[in-house]
């Protein structure tokens, strides 16, 4: 049973420049959330993709966006990336049909702004 | 103030212990209650599911749920080296699309 894969696993970037991040959800699962991971600190949403519509967001300013596929994979966009970007991003995925079934977690793509 | 407040730690046992983590917090819509466990380098791994108020157990995980202080709670018995991580306590609304994280507890377990 394959679960929540994520890709690269890590990445350096400059300042300014953009990054794309994908997820492939858990079989089975329909939602995927991505969370944004500072060092020392918990996750914090950034937002949830459900039936490729963006259902709720995080504080989080428009330079992230997001996208989810038919087959239910999603990509995290980052534009004109900033210093304090810097962190481990989390795609976590679940099933919507079950009310507040828990949120299932890749490892994450470790993201560098130098 | 943030809605969940954790501890940060670190916490440090000897193996053996009896390991108690909690968090407090300040939204009563929460209704969904959940440990996860993050070793480094990889991502949190789900621990407990709980629901609304009460205890539930499995092997030597005990989670508890105290909705009327706003108060949860893990406990870890006989603790071992491979226990040390950082806990997160998580929490939800009914019907709602985010997740809600503490800081993390950070553990270290002593052979």
């Known amino acids: 049973d394959a679960g929540v894969t994520q890709s690269p696993t890590h990445l350096i970037k400059t300042r300014g420049q953009q990054v794309t991040l994908r997820c492939s959800p858990k079989?089975?699962?329909?939602?995927v959330s991505w969370y944004q991971q500072a060092l020392g600190q918990g996750p914090q949403f950034i937002f949830q993709?459900?039936?490729?519509?963006?259902?709720q967001r995080g504080n989080f300013p428009d330079r992230f966006s997001g996208h989810q596929f038919p087959n239910y994979s999603s990509e995290l966009n980052v534009n004109a990336l900033l210093l304090g970007d810097s962190a481990l991003y989390l795609c976590?995925?679940?099933?919507?049909?079950?009310?507040?079934?828990?949120?299932?977690f890749g490892n994450g793509t470790r993201l560098t702004v130098t | 103030q943030k809605e969940v407040e954790q501890d940060p730690g670190p916490l440090s046992v000897p193996e053996g212990a009896i390991v108690s983590l909690n968090c407090t917090y300040s939204?009563?819509?929460?209704?969904?209650f959940m440990w996860y466990r993050q070793y480094s380098r990889k991502g949190p791994e789900l621990l407990m599911y709980?629901?609304?108020?009460g205890n539930k157990e499995d092997g030597r995980f005990t989670a508890q749920v105290d909705k009327s202080s706003k108060y949860i709670s893990l406990f870890i018995r006989d603790s071992q080296p491979s226990d040390s991580a950082t806990y997160l306590c998580?929490?939800?609304?009914?019907?709602?699309?985010?997740?809600?994280f503490g800081a993390g507890t950070r553990l270290f377990v002593k052979a």
């Open positions: 976590a995925s679940r099933l919507q049909g079950v009310r507040n079934s828990p949120l299932h």
């Open positions: 079989s089975g699962h329909d939602t």
């Open positions: 993709y459900y039936e490729e519509e963006e259902r």
């Open positions: 939204n009563s819509a929460f209704q969904y």
């Open positions: 709980t629901y609304s108020s």
């Open positions: 998580a929490m939800s609304e009914t019907g709602g699309f985010k997740t809600i």
